[in-house]
């Protein structure tokens, strides 16, 4: 596990478009950080930069100790889960868990039976025991969704990063996968950077939530404080008075007695 440090970030496009601008953010090691805001904000490119799969145009990302600007994904030690499952349905599950492990290059590919035992750690941590035999197909969504996480586990990265996990599950689902990574989390500790539109999903998993705007970094700091004292109409108008409205809608729907 390690600190991430975004220094004087931005990216720009050819024609001219910042996606992400100036952007200073240092996340602690061990530390659940959520970045949050609407559609076109840059939350993803500002995961994707860190992940090797955009450019930098300004700017340092720093792993630990290392600039990774230059480095590509498979050299920065980090694990990803996309809103797409991405599973290979003509695999078993256990066969999906260690597809990566199994395509490392012979000098740094891990000996078989390490494979197997990391297979069987991650399946028991994401109570995937009973399915690793069965193909994705046979599975249900949470449960897919737990295999992509596993597969990402599996490698044991320095940091985890989650672009919109949960966006292809009902709304029973996605509490209970709230749940199941914020456990996750407490659990095994690993640095986690994750992307969300959800406010509600945002103020529920994070020990730190970034709330960004048109590509720039708007507040940031943890969920309760953020709330409860907003430093801007955007933040005041994203976050709180969506939440105000969701407990006004509940409590007319459900009203004390």
């Not at 602690?28 to 450019?55: N, W």
């Not at 930098?56 to 100790?65: K, L, Q, R, T, Y």
């Not at 597809?99 to 490392?104: A, N, S, T």
């Not at 960004?212 to 005041?236: C, I, S, T, W």
């Amino acid at each position: 596990m390690v600190e991430v440090r975004y220094e004087n970030v931005t990216k720009r496009y050819d024609n001219g478009f910042e996606a992400v601008r100036n952007l200073d953010l240092s996340i602690s090691d061990g530390e659940f950080l959520v970045l949050l805001g609407p559609s076109g904000c840059g939350k993803s490119t500002t995961l994707r930069m860190l992940a090797g799969l955009e450019d930098v145009s300004e700017g340092n990302i720093v792993i630990g100790d290392t600039r990774v600007n230059d480095l590509p994904p498979g050299a920065r030690g980090l694990g990803m889960v996309f809103q797409s499952y991405a599973l290979y349905p003509h695999m078993t599950i256990a066969e999906n868990l260690s597809f990566g492990l199994r395509m490392e290059n012979p000098e740094s590919r891990l000996p078989d039976e390490e494979i197997v035992k990391r297979v069987q750690d991650v399946a028991k941590l994401m109570e995937l025991v009973d399915q690793l035999t069965k193909k994705p197909k046979q599975l249900s969504g949470g449960q897919r969704q737990r295999v992509a996480l596993g597969r990402a586990l599996i490698r044991r990265p320095q940091v985890l990063l989650m672009d919109e996990p949960l966006s292809n599950l009902d709304a029973e689902l996605r509490h209970q996968m709230r749940q199941e990574i914020r456990r996750l989390h407490d659990q095994l500790g690993t640095t986690t950077v994750y992307v969300t539109h959800d406010q509600i999903e945002a103020m529920t998993l994070a020990d730190r939530i970034v709330i960004m705007d048109k590509g720039e970094l708007q507040q940031h700091g943890a969920p309760l404080d953020v709330y409860n004292n907003p430093e801007n109409e955007f933040v005041r108008g994203f976050l709180c008075k969506h939440i105000d409205e969701i407990v006004d809608t509940a409590n007319s729907l459900f009203p004390r007695e």
